[in-house]
T-cell receptor
Framework: AQSVAQPEDQVNVAEGNPLTVKCTYS??????LFWYVQYPNRGLQFLLK??????LVKGSYGFEAEFNKSQTSFHLKKPSALVSDSALYFC????????????FGAGTTVTVRA | EAQVTQNPRYLITVTGKKLTVTCSQN?????MSWYRQDPGLGLRQIYY???????DKGDVPEGYKVSRKEKRNFPLILESPSPNQTSLYFC????????????FGQGTRLTVV
């Protein structure tokens, strides 16, 4: 069975500081990993994904994530956070190429203070 | 514009009164699914559909039904809603390739009293 853990319920950072949102996963095969963001009263928006290849993937709004197979992690990062990055972030995993099901973490609320 | 449309956005109903939440996508996606979002639990899959007339249970299917008579539509049916089904519901669709991202609707906030 596949699963995702987001160990931090909340992350608070000052505007201009680096932002990191942590994610670890568990799958029996090759992982396909995704990050989504949810703004208040909105649906989930896709940020970026790792399927194969370069371990560092870049996505929307200046976000990037690093896939680490040995640590089974896929942390989301942004070098300089903006107040507008305040939102709820979800990490999700699919198990390889044979399963369409997305398993989500519990979510991390990011607050960027001015 | 490519989108997944859910209706209604907000719904308050009483226990036992049947309701349907509609979901429609305009991207010709084969795969569609329903999730519920509860605080501290993330999103949990209720039902999914691989294509027309092909549906299957997700992680939390009890109390829900779905149908897929047309490729674009995937309604969620609560035949006898109960208060523990009060939640935020999302419909999602994607191509039938596992390396593509899912597109989500705006959500339906359901309250059962």
């Amino acid at each position: 069975a596949q699963s995702v853990a987001q160990p931090e319920d909340q992350v608070n950072v000052a505007e201009g500081n680096p932002l990191t949102v942590k994610c670890t996963y568990s799958v029996s095969g090759n992982p396909y990993l995704f990050w989504y963001v949810q703004y208040p009263n909105r649906g989930l928006q896709f940020l970026l994904k790792y399927i194969t290849g370069d371990n560092l993937v870049k996505g929307s709004y200046g976000f990037e994530a690093e896939f680490n197979k040995s640590q089974t992690s896929f942390h989301l990062k942004k070098p300089s956070a903006l107040v507008s990055d305040s939102a709820l972030y979800f990490c999700a995993v699919r198990e390889g190429s044979n399963d369409y099901k997305l398993s989500f973490g519990a979510g991390t609320t990011v607050t960027v203070r001015a | 514009e490519a989108q997944v449309t859910q209706n209604p956005r907000y719904l308050i109903t009483v226990t036992g009164k049947k309701l349907t939440v509609t979901c429609s996508q305009n991207m010709n996606h084969e795969y569609m699914s329903w999730y519920r979002q509860d605080p501290g639990l993330g999103l949990r899959q209720i039902y999914y559909s691989m294509n027309v007339e092909v549906t299957d249970k997700g992680d939390v299917p009890e109390g829900y039904k779905v149908s897929r008579k047309e490729k674009r539509n995937f309604p969620l049916i609560l035949e006898s809603p109960s208060p523990n089904q009060t939640s935020l519901y999302f419909c999602a669709s994607s191509l039938s390739t596992t390396n593509t991202e899912a597109f989500f609707g705006q959500g339906t906030r359901l309250t059962v009293v």
